[in-house]
Structure formats: C-alpha cells, structure tokens
C-alpha cells in the first residue's frame, strides 16, 4: 500500500505563485509516475502535470509556461510550481502516484488541497 500527502495550496492573488509537495510513502515501486490532477468546481477531473521516476514528463495544454513539475526521487516527494497563476487556475490539486510492477499497476490518490486564484 502507499500513502500520499499533499501540502501547499491556499489563496493566492492573478499573477501569483504557489508550490505544492507531495509525500509518497509505503510500499513504493522504483519504477512510478508521480502528478498532479486538478478539479474545478464545474469541471470533471484533469492532468495538470507528470513526471516519471526515469524524469520523463508530461504537462497540460494549459499549464504549459507557467507551471514546472519535479521530483526528488530519494524522497519520493513531486513538487509543482505555478507561476502567474489565473482565476481558470482554481479547484482542488491532487496528488497522482502510480505505481508500476509487473505484472500490475497500481494508482493512488492524495486528499487533494485547495487552491484559489483571486482576480
């Protein structure tokens, strides 16, 4: 089983930053992919960010720019800057982790934490 904990998140004004940390802990394969999703108050859930364990990552259309996405492998931990962040930019952040074996894949959410864009 793993665990993620997410930190971070809150109120920020347009044209702001934010970083968010999330904590992977537990039985954690070395091969994963650990992101970020977001859901907005009338939107369905979406990728924001990911960034594999081999440092391969991936961003949304949206995102791209502004947001950059890390990791520190020896702490299993992802972060996610975001940098001139708008009011589009607010819902509920959560942690992705995926784990990958052979032969299954596993994928575990975080609680998720809020951040809010004011204009």
């Known amino acids: 089983q793993v665990q993620v904990v997410e930190s971070g998140g809150g109120l920020v004004q347009a044209g702001g930053s934010m970083r968010l940390s999330c904590a992977a802990s537990?039985?954690?394969?070395?091969?994963?992919?650990m992101g970020w999703y977001r859901q907005g108050p009338t939107s369905q859930r979406e990728l924001v960010a990911t960034i594999g364990s081999s440092g391969i990552y991936r961003y949304a259309e949206s995102v791209e720019g502004r947001f950059t996405i890390s990791r520190d492998n020896t702490k299993n931990t992802v972060y996610l800057q975001m940098d001139s962040l708008n009011p589009e930019d607010t819902a509920v952040y959560y942690c992705y982790f995926r784990d990958i074996r052979i032969p299954r894949t596993t994928e575990f959410w975080g609680q998720g934490t809020q951040v809010t864009v004011s204009s």
């Open positions: 537990g039985s954690i394969s070395s091969i994963n992919v």
